[in-house]
Protein backbone atom coordinates (compact mmCIF):
# COMPACT_ATOMS: atom_id res chain seq x y z
CA UNK A 1 0.00 0.00 0.00
CA UNK A 2 1.08 3.60 -1.08
CA UNK A 3 0.06 6.84 1.06
CA UNK A 4 0.96 9.51 -0.90
CA UNK A 5 0.92 12.72 1.58
CA UNK A 6 1.43 16.31 0.16
CA UNK A 7 2.70 19.05 2.84
CA UNK A 8 2.99 21.58 -0.16
CA UNK A 9 1.39 24.45 -2.12
CA UNK A 10 1.96 22.31 -4.96
CA UNK A 11 -0.74 20.51 -7.23
CA UNK A 12 0.34 16.82 -6.59
CA UNK A 13 -1.89 14.14 -8.42
CA UNK A 14 -1.45 11.61 -5.60
CA UNK A 15 -3.24 8.89 -7.70
CA UNK A 16 -0.38 8.77 -10.48
CA UNK A 17 2.45 8.96 -7.90
CA UNK A 18 0.92 5.88 -6.42
CA UNK A 19 0.42 4.00 -9.25
CA UNK A 20 4.10 4.54 -10.58
CA UNK A 21 4.97 3.42 -7.05
CA UNK A 22 2.53 -0.15 -7.67
CA UNK A 23 4.03 -0.37 -11.34
CA UNK A 24 8.17 -0.26 -10.14
CA UNK A 25 7.17 -2.40 -7.18
CA UNK A 26 5.47 -5.35 -8.97
CA UNK A 27 8.33 -4.49 -11.71
CA UNK A 28 10.68 -5.38 -9.09
CA UNK A 29 8.63 -8.07 -7.61
CA UNK A 30 7.96 -6.66 -4.35
CA UNK A 31 4.64 -7.86 -2.45
CA UNK A 32 1.92 -6.19 -2.69
CA UNK A 33 0.98 -5.53 0.53
CA UNK A 34 4.34 -3.54 1.45
CA UNK A 35 3.64 -0.33 2.63
CA UNK A 36 5.52 2.84 1.12
CA UNK A 37 4.79 6.28 2.09
CA UNK A 38 5.89 9.13 -0.40
CA UNK A 39 6.13 12.65 0.62
CA UNK A 40 6.17 16.30 -0.80
CA UNK A 41 7.82 18.74 1.74
CA UNK A 42 8.86 22.16 1.32
CA UNK A 43 12.35 23.16 1.30
CA UNK A 44 12.87 23.79 4.87
CA UNK A 45 11.89 20.44 6.15
CA UNK A 46 13.97 18.71 3.43
CA UNK A 47 17.04 20.49 4.44
CA UNK A 48 16.47 19.90 7.95
CA UNK A 49 16.21 16.45 6.97
CA UNK A 50 20.04 16.67 4.69
CA UNK A 51 21.59 18.00 7.35
CA UNK A 52 20.72 15.68 10.02
CA UNK A 53 20.73 12.52 8.36
CA UNK A 54 23.67 13.31 5.53
CA UNK A 55 25.50 16.59 7.41
CA UNK A 56 25.39 18.48 3.98
CA UNK A 57 23.31 21.98 3.69
CA UNK A 58 20.71 23.24 1.93
CA UNK A 59 17.72 20.84 0.40
CA UNK A 60 17.86 18.35 -1.77
CA UNK A 61 15.50 16.72 -4.41
CA UNK A 62 14.62 13.63 -2.65
CA UNK A 63 16.02 11.32 0.26
CA UNK A 64 14.60 7.82 0.70
CA UNK A 65 14.36 6.33 4.36
CA UNK A 66 14.36 2.24 4.54
CA UNK A 67 12.36 0.54 6.76
CA UNK A 68 12.99 -3.20 6.64
CA UNK A 69 15.57 -3.18 4.03
CA UNK A 70 13.36 -5.23 1.49
CA UNK A 71 15.45 -6.24 -1.57
CA UNK A 72 14.09 -7.02 -4.88
CA UNK A 73 12.39 -10.08 -5.59
CA UNK A 74 11.76 -12.77 -8.35
CA UNK A 75 8.32 -13.87 -10.47
CA UNK A 76 9.02 -17.34 -8.13
CA UNK A 77 9.90 -15.22 -5.13
CA UNK A 78 8.43 -12.04 -4.41
CA UNK A 79 10.32 -9.86 -1.81
CA UNK A 80 7.78 -10.59 1.80
CA UNK A 81 5.46 -8.09 3.09
CA UNK A 82 6.52 -5.33 5.30
CA UNK A 83 7.73 -1.80 5.46
CA UNK A 84 9.80 -0.83 2.61
CA UNK A 85 10.21 2.87 4.18
CA UNK A 86 9.67 6.54 3.16
CA UNK A 87 10.37 9.00 0.19
CA UNK A 88 10.41 12.24 0.60
CA UNK A 89 10.58 14.96 -2.02
CA UNK A 90 11.23 18.73 -2.40
CA UNK A 91 8.44 19.90 -5.52
CA UNK A 92 11.00 23.24 -5.34
CA UNK A 93 14.30 21.57 -6.05
CA UNK A 94 12.72 19.36 -8.34
CA UNK A 95 11.07 22.63 -9.88
CA UNK A 96 14.62 23.71 -10.38
CA UNK A 97 16.17 20.68 -11.94
CA UNK A 98 12.82 20.03 -14.49
CA UNK A 99 13.78 23.68 -15.82
CA UNK A 100 17.64 22.98 -16.02
CA UNK A 101 16.93 19.45 -17.75
CA UNK A 102 13.86 20.98 -20.23
CA UNK A 103 10.80 18.76 -18.68
CA UNK A 104 8.24 19.09 -16.82
CA UNK A 105 7.82 19.25 -12.90
CA UNK A 106 5.80 16.03 -13.14
CA UNK A 107 8.22 14.22 -14.98
CA UNK A 108 11.19 15.38 -12.78
CA UNK A 109 8.98 14.25 -9.37
CA UNK A 110 7.95 10.65 -11.19
CA UNK A 111 11.65 10.28 -12.19
CA UNK A 112 12.28 11.18 -7.91
CA UNK A 113 10.15 9.19 -7.10
CA UNK A 114 11.56 5.51 -9.11
CA UNK A 115 14.92 6.90 -8.02
CA UNK A 116 13.73 6.92 -4.10
CA UNK A 117 12.13 3.79 -4.44
CA UNK A 118 15.27 1.78 -5.89
CA UNK A 119 17.41 3.38 -3.11
CA UNK A 120 14.54 1.79 -0.96
CA UNK A 121 15.43 -1.36 -2.29
CA UNK A 122 18.99 -1.06 -1.57
CA UNK A 123 20.22 0.36 -5.09
CA UNK A 124 23.07 2.60 -4.80
CA UNK A 125 25.08 5.43 -7.04
CA UNK A 126 28.09 5.55 -5.16
CA UNK A 127 30.44 3.86 -7.55
CA UNK A 128 30.28 4.09 -11.42
CA UNK A 129 29.03 0.49 -11.80
CA UNK A 130 26.58 0.65 -9.50
CA UNK A 131 25.57 4.34 -10.97
CA UNK A 132 25.21 2.64 -14.11
CA UNK A 133 23.40 0.05 -12.88
CA UNK A 134 20.86 1.89 -11.08
CA UNK A 135 20.49 4.80 -13.86
CA UNK A 136 19.51 2.03 -16.49
CA UNK A 137 16.86 0.38 -14.28
CA UNK A 138 15.49 3.38 -13.59
CA UNK A 139 15.25 5.16 -16.90
CA UNK A 140 13.69 2.03 -18.24
CA UNK A 141 10.80 1.68 -15.44
CA UNK A 142 10.15 5.17 -16.22
CA UNK A 143 9.80 4.90 -19.67
CA UNK A 144 7.67 2.03 -19.41
CA UNK A 145 4.98 3.37 -16.97
CA UNK A 146 5.15 6.28 -18.88
CA UNK A 147 4.34 4.44 -21.95
CA UNK A 148 1.93 2.41 -20.39
CA UNK A 149 -0.27 5.00 -19.41
Known sequence: MTEVI???DFDI???E???LAEY??????VATDVE???LFIDPEPMEDLHVRWLDLPGPTDVMSFPMDELRPGTPDHPTESGTLGDICICPQVAQKQAIDAGH???DEMLLLTTHGIL???GYDHAEEEERAVMFALQRQLLLTFLASR
Open 36 to 38: LNI
Open 13 to 15: DGE
Open 119 to 121: HLL
Open 104 to 106: SIV
Open 17 to 19: FAA
Open 6 to 8: NET
Open 24 to 29: VLNAMH
